[in-house]
Structure formats: structure tokens, C-alpha cells
């Protein structure tokens, strides 16, 4: 079992940035991939950003290719979303989600994958 939290949302300008945290309980969190994924209003939940249980293997949605990083740190139990050069269309609930990995390489970015997912964290870009 894995609990996932999130935090680090909140309203920013076009342009701004923000860091997206999910704290993982429990001593298991580097059997998982992690994947960050996101949900506008009336739009069906996408994939943002996944990295591998060991960190090495990170991979981005084109929407957000070049503008967020994905990262983890195994000893803290965290997972990380830098995002930077918002824009409205990044508006949505951000959902971080864990997938048991058999290999250390292993990430996915398909949501069905992903068995334990957090609350989610509201970002808001105004325009």
C-alpha cells in the first residue's frame, strides 16, 4: 500500500513557475515508477511526466516537453514536478500516481498502469 500526497499547487501569471511535491508513505517507494498527471475542467485525465524507479529514465508529454522536469529522490520519498513558462492551457488538478516497477528502467505513461494514485493539487495560470 502507498499513500500519495501532493502538494505545491496554487495561482500563478502566464509565464511563472511552480513545484509540484508528492510525498510517498511507506519503505517501498523505490519499487514504483511515478508519473505526474493532470485533469482540466470537462477534459478527460492526461499524462504529464513519468520517471523510473531509479531515476534514470524520465518522459514528457509534448504539451510539456522542454518547459517541466520530473524528478525523485528515493531517500526522501518525493517525487517533483518543476514546471516553468505556464501558460493557461497548464490549468488543471495535478495527480501524482505510483506504479509497481519490476525493472528499475521501467515507466509508463498510461494512467491505467498507475495503481495508487494522490488527491491531486489545483494549478491555476491566469492569463
Known amino acids: 500500500q502507498v499513500q500519495l500526497v501532493e502538494s505545491g499547487g496554487g495561482l500563478v501569471q502566464t509565464g511563472g513557475s511552480l513545484r509540484l511535491s508528492c510525498a510517498a508513505s511507506?519503505?517501498?517507494?523505490?519499487?514504483?515508477?511515478m508519473g505526474w498527471f493532470r485533469q482540466a475542467p470537462g477534459k478527460e485525465r492526461e499524462f504529464v511526466a513519468a520517471?523510473?524507479?531509479?531515476?534514470?529514465?524520465?518522459y514528457y508529454a509534448d504539451s510539456v516537453k522542454g518547459r517541466f522536469t520530473i524528478s525523485r529522490d528515493n531517500a526522501k520519498n518525493t517525487v517533483y514536478l518543476q514546471m516553468n513558462s505556464l501558460g493557461p492551457e497548464d490549468t488543471a488538478v495535478y495527480y501524482c500516481?505510483?506504479?509497481?516497477?519490476?525493472?528499475?528502467?521501467?515507466?509508463?505513461?498510461?494512467?491505467?498502469?498507475?495503481?495508487?494514485w494522490g488527491q491531486g493539487t489545483q494549478v491555476t495560470v491566469s492569463s
Open positions: 511507506g519503505r517501498t517507494f523505490s519499487s514504483y515508477a
Open positions: 520517471i523510473s524507479r531509479n531515476g534514470i529514465i524520465t
Open positions: 500516481a505510483a506504479a509497481l516497477a519490476l525493472s528499475g528502467t521501467y515507466y509508463s505513461s498510461n494512467l491505467y498502469q498507475y495503481k495508487y
